[in-house]
């Protein structure tokens, strides 16, 4: 399966933006979604996940601000980020695994900058 993020922006602080993550293949059957991110200088962060079955998890920095969510059936993964900070400022990837928390395949990022 190949990944191809979009969505990333130039956004104020405070503001919300929406990634997709699109997949070339069906992802009915892929266990783990997931979004990481990696800003300047810094190291890749988790972001969050959805599980096919429906488990999620957020990233102590994101929780209550960001959501995941997947649509099987049209191959995309959501990432709605609201309330955003300028410390939210990265790429942000969507990565694929077919075993809890393990990511075999990977986008190439969108951008998303929060800065006014």
């Known amino acids: 399966v190949q990944l191809v993020e979009s969505g990333g922006d130039l956004v104020q602080p405070g503001g919300s933006l929406r990634l997709s993550c699109a997949a070339s293949e069906s992802i009915r059957s892929i266990y783990d979604m997931a979004w990481f991110r990696q800003g300047p200088g810094k190291q890749r962060e988790f972001v969050a996940r959805m599980t096919v079955i429906g488990g999620i998890d957020y990233g102590d920095a994101v929780k209550g601000r960001f959501t995941i969510s997947r649509d099987n059936a049209a191959n995309l993964v959501y990432l709605q980020m609201n309330s955003l900070k300028p410390e939210d400022t990265a790429v942000y990837y969507c990565?694929?695994?077919?075993?809890?928390?393990?990511?075999?395949?990977w986008g190439q990022g969108t951008q998303v900058t929060v800065s006014s």
């Open positions: 990565a694929s695994g077919n075993s809890p928390v393990k990511y075999d395949t």
